[in-house]
């Protein structure tokens, strides 16, 4: 690495690491945000404010579903609510799970996806049934309605899915959902779903006002850069999301909350996070072309990149800090690393230290 790549420092790094493992915004969150976090520090001896009835009635104009205005402080519940929030979408996930799985029950997961709901069914006694992808890394959807039995319970649906940034067509995934029996639910997780720039990508809202079985669940994290907040939220028809509710206690505190309602009044920011993450993947595109490297076309914030000696390649990354992910070791795809879209810079840093050891 040259010594204005050991210099170099990007948002919230130390300088000379290229962290390209975690999925994080590179451009960090919206100038509104911050401001808005800094101002909610004046009355941070209080426990709640308008800022939170303000981000509920801001997410069901997001997703076009019923505010309900018996939604009030303290406590943020309603039995007509249709959005529920969290610190992190792996804790909505978590009492998901506690309301619907049962011991003897089983989750149906493809193999690889993120897979938290695989481990959350095992700890409760449920079985998990992990199906293939297709050869080209997309859901096999058949597979899954092939694995359907009276023991079902859940079928989980990552849209965009990690770690391979495939995509599931709105036609697609609302045929699937028609097909199921109502009592299994479906959870979609639509973690990257603001990064993708494909118009044919499903759309979990319309589903979740269509289906009661369906749970729509996305995060803060990714789009507006919030991931140090750990913010979460999911939505459901209100007879479920009763049900979640019995299980999900406490709410992110005041100060989350005001930073998700600013960055709800950024739409730029999030536009300028897709660019980002588009430019930054199309350097990682040309690379594989110009090293002849087989790469999976991805609408999520990674690619999947296929090296040879995964494990050798990541380590000799790693030594010039720059970190991503052996894919091979942590789903078995054989060969490939995952790396994380960065700013430019940091992108192209990457790209010159792959070609280095490829080459």
Known sequence: MSE???????????PGVIRLSRN????GPSPAVVEAVMA??????????ADQIALFRKLAELHDVPHDENLALPGLDSDGAWIRVGDGSEHLMHAIACAFLAEG???IEPQPSFGLMTRYAEAFGARAVRTPLTPAYGYDLDAMAAAVNRRTRMAVITNPNNPTGTILTHEALSRFVKSLPRRVIVL?????????????????????REHENVVLVRTFSKGYGLAGFRLGYAVA?????RRVRQFHGGSPSAMVMTAA???????????????????????????????GLAYVWSEA??????????????????????????????WHLKGMIRVSYGNEQESRIFAGALKDILL
């Open 188 to 208: 979609v997780d639509e973690a990257y779903i603001d990064l993708v720039e494909d118009d044919a990508c499903a759309d979990g809202n319309v589903l979740v």
């Open 301 to 330: 914030a990674f690619v999947l990149i296929e090296v040879g000696d995964a494990a050798a390649v990541t380590a000799a990354l790693a030594e010039r800090d720059i970190l991503v992910i052996n894919a091979d070791a942590s």
């Open 24 to 27: 994080e915004n590179p451009i």
């Open 105 to 107: 029950d089983e989750v």
């Open 237 to 241: 028809q209100p007879r479920m999301m």
């Open 40 to 49: 909610r520090c004046a009355r941070i001896n209080r426990y709640e404010d």
């Open 261 to 291: 309602s600013a960055a709800l009044d950024d739409p730029d920011h999030v536009e300028r996070t897709r660019r980002a993450a588009s430019a930054s993947k199309a350097i990682y595109y040309e690379t594989c072309a110009d090293l």
């Open 4 to 14: 204005a790549d050991e210099n170099y420092q990007s948002v919230g790094l130390p």
